[in-house]
C-alpha cells in the first residue's frame, strides 16, 4: 500500500486549498476507510475528516466542519480534501492515512488506528 499526498501551499486567509492523495496497491476493500491527519509545529497529530469505500459515510473534526469536504474516486483511486475559507490555525502538514477494515458505523479518529500513511504536504495559511 503506498499513498501519495499532494496540493498543499501557501494560501491567504479565507483562501482555498484542494488536497488530494494517490492511493496504490492492494487497497481495494470495501471495508477501507481513507483519512486526512495534520500536525502543527509542536502540536500532536489530529484527525482531520475520514470517508469510507463507497463514500456514504464521511466525518469530520469540529474544527473543520462546514469549511472542509473530503471525497473519494474509487476509478482514479484518489481521495480529495477540499478546504475552504482557510484560517491560519489551519497551517499544518497534512498526511492521507488508511485501514483496510472497518466494523459497522464506527468512526476511525485516532492516528494510530490507520496503518498505512502518505508523505505530508505543507499548508501554510497566512493572516
Known amino acids: 500500500v503506498q499513498l501519495q499526498a499532494s496540493g498543499g501551499g501557501l494560501v491567504q486567509a479565507g483562501g482555498s486549498l484542494s488536497l488530494s492523495c494517490a492511493a496504490s496497491?492492494?487497497?481495494?476493500?470495501?471495508?477501507?476507510?481513507m483519512a486526512w491527519f495534520r500536525q502543527a509545529p509542536g502540536k500532536e497529530r489530529e484527525f482531520v475528516a475520514a470517508?469510507?469505500?463507497?463514500?456514504?459515510?464521511?466525518y469530520y473534526a469540529e474544527s473543520v466542519k462546514g469549511r472542509f469536504t473530503i471525497s473519494r474516486d474509487n476509478a482514479k483511486n484518489l481521495v480529495h480534501l477540499q478546504m475552504n475559507n482557510l484560517k491560519p490555525e489551519d497551517t499544518a502538514v497534512y498526511y492521507c492515512?488508511?485501514?483496510?477494515?472497518?466494523?459497522?458505523?464506527?468512526?476511525?479518529?485516532?492516528?494510530?488506528?490507520?496503518?498505512?500513511w502518505g508523505q505530508g504536504t505543507q499548508v501554510t495559511v497566512s493572516s
Open positions: 470517508i469510507n469505500w463507497s463514500g456514504t459515510s464521511t
Open positions: 492515512a488508511t485501514r483496510l477494515q472497518s466494523y459497522g458505523n464506527r468512526r476511525y479518529m485516532e492516528d494510530y488506528e490507520y496503518a498505512y
Open positions: 496497491g492492494v487497497i481495494f476493500f470495501s471495508s477501507a476507510v
